[in-house]
Every structure is written in structure tokens, then in C-alpha cells.
């Protein structure tokens, strides 16, 4: 079946730092792969996505590029701000079926 | 445009009674998702609606969980009876119900469930 990996959390970084969020996948044929944030107190939110190999999804400075030879999508961002504190979600949706299967979510901190 | 909306944001019952919560989706979307998740770990659907009718619930506990949309708008979903193990949040979401992969999903704030 369907399976999405993150890696362990939770992530704590100095403002302006380097991110990388890593996440591998399981799927039958050929998935589209999304990045949901949930902010403190709020709803998940699409972050960005991408529906086919080699595609790269980007917005608010984060960039994810779909690699389907490693079967990775990793989350990445040059310089994260203390706003940029959430829990980020890795997610698949493959098949006929129009469902989400998501990894268990990072929680990331960023100190002033 | 209004986003998905839920209530309520907060429930605190005991075990063995009974909870439903309600969903009304962004207007003109067609396809409705009931999400839950445990505190932990990503969020796992429960069913799936298209319009009025079930697409996918292959993982709802059916002797305890039923859901319905009636109209094909909002919806609820209800517990009876409740277990310690169905603490979570429920989430809903919406989307406009294209067969593309491309078609997002928009979620709601979600309900905490707190089963004493």
C-alpha cells in the first residue's frame, strides 16, 4: 500500500538557518506529492506540491523537488524566519482515489 | 471565500457516551473528507463523500463511527459509544471533486476529542 516516511522530530533552528525536512515514499504507480503546515491553533495548509518527476513545488521561500528515483520529496528552505515554526506534513495521493496518506509530521522550533 | 468550517472546536466526554461533530465544506465543492488524527501522527481518513454518496470508508469503524452528508453539503460525524482510543482531532476537508491529482484539499480547524 501507500506509505509516506518523515524523518524523527522535532527540529529546533536559529533564525536564518538552512532546512531541510527529508521525506520518502511507498506508491503504486505514479503518486502526486504534497507538503502541508499546521500552524499553532490553526488548520492544515497546502504548502506546496508537485504532480510529476522532477517537477519542483515552491512557495514562501520553501522548495520541494519530486525525485522519483530515490522516491523522496524533501522540504527545503535557505533562511527560515520564528514564523516559520509549525508542524510540516509530507503527503501522497496516488490511484483513482482522490485521499491523502500522510507522514506523521515534524515539529519545527525557531529561536530569535 | 469562506474556508471549511467545524464545530466544535472542543469536546470533553466519557468513555461509552456518544458525539457527533459537524462539517460545512467551501460552497460549490463537491467531494468531503473526514480525517482523523491521533496526537503523533499524521492525520489517516475515516471516509470519503462524494455529493451525498460514500466513496471510501474502508477504514471507519463502522460499529462505532457513521457519518452522513446530506444534500451534499454539510456533514456530521458521530461516535457512539466512545472509547479512550478515539481521542483525537477530526479534521474535514473539502475539494472541488476533479478527478486530477492536482485537485487540493482545503481543511477546517478540526475538532479536539478529549474521551475520559
Known amino acids: 500500500g501507500n506509505s509516506v516516511t518523515q524523518m524523527e522530530g522535532p527540529v529546533t533552528l536559529s533564525e536564518e538557518a538552512f532546512l531541510t525536512i527529508n521525506c520518502t515514499y511507498t506508491a503504486t504507480g505514479y503518486p502526486s506529492l504534497f507538503w502541508y503546515v499546521q500552524y499553532p491553533g490553526e488548520g492544515l495548509q497546502l504548502l506546496l506540491k508537485?504532480?510529476?518527476?522532477?517537477d519542483k513545488g515552491s512557495n514562501k521561500g520553501f522548495e520541494a523537488t519530486y525525485r522519483k528515483e530515490t522516491t523522496s520529496f524533501h522540504l527545503e528552505k535557505g533562511s527560515v524566519q520564528v514564523s516559520d515554526s509549525a508542524v510540516y506534513f509530507c503527503?501522497?495521493?496516488?490511484?483513482?482515489?482522490?485521499?491523502?496518506?500522510f507522514g506523521k509530521g515534524i515539529t519545527l522550533s525557531v529561536r530569535p | 471565500e469562506a474556508g471549511v468550517a467545524q464545530s466544535p472546536r472542543y469536546k470533553i466526554i466519557e468513555k461509552r457516551q456518544s458525539v457527533a461533530f459537524w462539517c460545512n465544506p467551501i460552497s460549490g465543492h463537491a467531494t468531503l473528507y473526514w480525517y482523523q488524527q491521533i496526537l503523533g501522527q499524521g492525520p489517516k481518513l475515516l471516509i470519503q463523500f462524494q455529493n451525498n454518496g460514500v466513496v471510501d470508508d474502508s477504514q471507519l469503524p463502522k460499529d462505532r463511527f457513521s457519518a452522513e452528508r446530506l444534500k451534499g453539503v454539510d456533514s456530521t460525524l458521530k461516535i457512539q459509544p466512545a472509547k479512550l482510543e478515539d481521542s483525537a482531532v477530526y479534521l474535514c476537508a473539502s475539494s472541488l471533486g476533479s478527478t486530477l491529482h492536482t485537485d487540493t484539499q482545503y481543511f477546517g480547524p478540526g475538532t479536539r476529542l478529549t474521551v475520559l
Open positions: 503527503a501522497l495521493r496516488a490511484g483513482a482515489n482522490s485521499k491523502l496518506t
Open positions: 508537485a504532480t510529476k518527476a522532477d
